[in-house]
């Protein structure tokens, strides 16, 4: 079983920045297309941003300009570095590994993202 863990959310002021990290208990990184997902109170959990296994990235096109997905395959880890961030960012995030037609995607618990003065 892998096991995601995100860290990196809080409370920020609109215009801020933070960075979120997802760290794999298992080497796969390099396998599989990475991505992050939020979802905010009442919405359905959309599609931010994501990577594949040869660094190749995608964006909605509400953050693109603003985020930047990353990822560190010897580490394990992928990261969403956020910009500019907007009170429309708040939301909790969830990273995901997309593992395609060798199983369902694994996900990790979220961590909030909260844009507030």
């Known amino acids: 079983q892998v096991q995601l863990v995100e860290s990196g959310g809080g409370l920020v002021q609109p215009g801020g920045s933070l960075r979120l990290s997802c760290a794999s208990s298992r080497n796969i990184f390099s396998l599989y297309t990475k991505a992050w997902y939020r979802q905010a109170p009442g919405k359905q959990r959309e599609l931010v941003a994501s990577?594949?296994?040869?660094?190749?990235?995608k964006y909605a096109d509400s953050v693109k300009g603003r985020f930047i997905i990353s990822g560190d395959n010897a580490n394990n880890t992928v990261y969403l570095q956020m910009n500019s961030l907007k009170p429309e960012d708040t939301a909790v995030y969830y990273c995901?590994?997309?593992?395609?037609?060798?199983?369902?995607?694994?996900w990790g618990q979220g961590t909030q993202v909260t844009v507030s003065s």
């Open positions: 995901l590994v997309d593992r395609g037609v060798v199983g369902p995607p694994y």
């Open positions: 990577i594949s296994e040869n660094g190749m990235t």
